[in-house]
């Protein structure tokens, strides 16, 4: 049996990584990645079947890291203010800590690959978020309202702000940096909207 080089393993998924999120899927194929990796194509088949076999194991690592950082420090049980404050705090920081690995899964979010990122993060989702809406609608916290409507509100605006930051710019091309000032003031308009008076 031959020896895993976890350097080599770390070295292709990376360039996997940037490969896709430049340039897309339509180009990415293992001879350019192991150029771009600097092995050989042989090298890259002793740790994958095949290429549809690296990019799900990418995003089923990647998936399974995104969830345990954005529910780090988070409890179902917590205030509603308190349980999205975290998930807002821990969101932008995963998102601006991992620009191009959030560029890769949204090239892949509307692809084969992407209903396969989809389906982890789910079960998850509904296991913390759904808990914690839930918790907060018996406490009194929040009005009764369709999972978009929540979603939409609760963190559209974050993605918004990410969004800008990443691209350096916001409306009308004004320049944009993120700010912690920015990010709460933002976040307690949502709260204000979401929280029954």
Do not use: C
């Not at 404050?85 to 992407?114: C, D, P, V």
């Not at 998850?124 to 978020?129: D, I, N, Q, S």
């Not at 990410?162 to 949502?190: L, N, W, Y």
């Amino acid at each position: 049996m031959r020896y895993r080089d976890e350097n080599k393993v770390q070295n292709i998924k990376a360039r996997a990584i940037e490969m896709i999120a430049t340039e897309g899927l339509e180009n990415f194929g293992i001879n350019r990645l192991a150029k771009a990796a600097g092995v050989s194509p042989a090298t890259i088949y002793i740790y994958y079947k095949d290429k549809d076999d690296l990019i799900t194991t990418i995003v089923k690592e990647e998936t399974e890291k995104w969830i345990a950082h954005i529910f780090k420090g988070f409890s179902p049980d917590m205030s509603f203010e308190e349980g999205l404050w975290i998930q807002w705090k821990n969101r932008s920081e995963h998102a601006m800590t991992q620009r191009e690995l959030n560029l890769f899964m949204e090239k892949i979010r509307n692809t084969a690959f992407g209903e396969r990122f989809l389906h982890g993060i789910s079960d998850e989702m509904k296991k913390h978020m759904g808990s914690f809406l839930q918790h907060a609608k018996d406490n009194n916290e929040v009005d009764d309202m369709p999972l978009e409507a929540y979603w939409a509100v609760a963190f559209g605006p974050l993605y918004t702000l990410i969004r800008f930051h990443q691209e350096g710019r916001s409306i009308g091309g004004r320049a944009f940096k993120m700010s912690d000032t920015i990010m709460r003031q933002t976040f307690d308009r949502v709260i204000r909207s979401l929280k029954k008076s």
